[in-house]
């Protein structure tokens, strides 16, 4: 029975943990790796380990968590610990924290990039030579794919065709109303752009207050759900270390097992309410353009 309950423990952690990671965005794809690789190499593509400082705070936690389940399952005999503690470590803060949602982001992106290329075509330049301009000082969020945009301009590109496709780089419905806009603005010539463009940003900004209170509601169940499990944390250890009788039963293979399962259900209504938190992704404007 104690093997059972080890065993069932492990398994429902790693699948809990299988859960998190098919939820978290997939990193894009990497470079054909050399045959010879380092250790540390294959345990970043095997636990999808974030680059630089990141990283290196997560292996921190896991290792600090590992070793911590291994002292207190020596303690109490719970075994149940080793991984629960790994899992919580990890997985608890993605769980309790709200899915970010990039529109903002790239509402904000998009509005200092209109205003910007408004006032170069305001001198009197063209489309294209305002876009190749305003690489100087593009936002941090949509510079690579400006980058790209401009190359296909100097590379002859019909600037319709390039800005489609920079459309698709974006993709997103906030965007395709900007490039939308220089597209017309290209084929009719500059003239009246600057103030197109200028009211477009202006609508941009009406946009982004309407998702910033949107935002903000999304985020008050959050609030009160981490609040309670801060609260219920709190409570169980210090229950566990005054008056450690009452968890005895929880001690048991029997006991470990229940555990688990009512951990387990505790870690899905998580996930449940972090799928429901996201956002649907909305039809876009320009589409086909890869066809």
Known sequence: MALLAVLAGLLIAAGALAVIAGLIPSWPAQKPVIAHTSLADRWARLSRRPAGRRG??????????????????????????????????LGLPYLLTLPKSRDIELLEAL??????????????????DAIRLSRRSAPA?????????????????????????????????DSDAVIAALILAANRGSDGAAATLLALADSIQSQLKGRRVIETERAKPYIVVRQVTGITCTTLIIAFVIGHSFFAPYGTP?????LSVLIALYVGSLLLMRRRAMTTPRERILTGARA
């Open 254 to 258: 029997v006991g470990q097992l229940i």
């Open 111 to 128: 509005d200092r990039w209109v205003r910007q290329l408004s006032s170069t075509l305001s001198t009197g330049r063209s489309i294209t």
């Open 56 to 89: 290196r705070q997560r292996d921190a936690i896991l290792l600090v968590s590992v070793v911590a389940g291994f002292l207190l399952s020596a303690m109490t005999g719970w075994v149940i610990l080793i991984p629960l503690l790994p899992a919580i470590a």
């Open 141 to 173: 969020l949509i510079a690579d794919e400006l980058g790209i945009l401009i190359g296909r301009l100097n590379n002859r590109w019909e600037t319709k065709d390039a800005l489609l496709r920079f459309a698709d780089d974006l993709g997103s419905p």
